[in-house]
């Protein structure tokens, strides 16, 4: 009887080896994805972001030209500064 619980053992430890390793084979799948739809989320998130900078910039460069006076006279030709 010894002898045989003594056989089954080196199975059970595979098994639970095998179980173990199919485990962290998933987990390790799992989080690539997970990261994957991170870096894609991320991504898009980026990118809104830029063109929401780019249209307070474009906003911004609008407003400023309107509040800068006009320095050239009607006949197109700068003052002279004496």
């Given at each position: ?36 739809q991170q870096s894609m989320v991320n991504?898009e998130l980026m990118l809104k972001f ?33």
């Open positions: 009887m010894r002898k045989q619980q003594i056989k089954t053992r080196p199975g059970y430890a595979l098994l639970i080896s095998l179980i173990l390793l199919t485990l962290s084979a998933g987990v390790v799948v799992f989080e690539f994805r997970y990261q994957k991504h830029q063109s929401q900078i780019r249209q307070n910039l474009d906003k911004l460069n609008d407003n400023s030209r309107e509040k800068v006076p006009n320095l050239e006279g009607e006949s197109g030709k700068k003052p002279l500064n004496n």
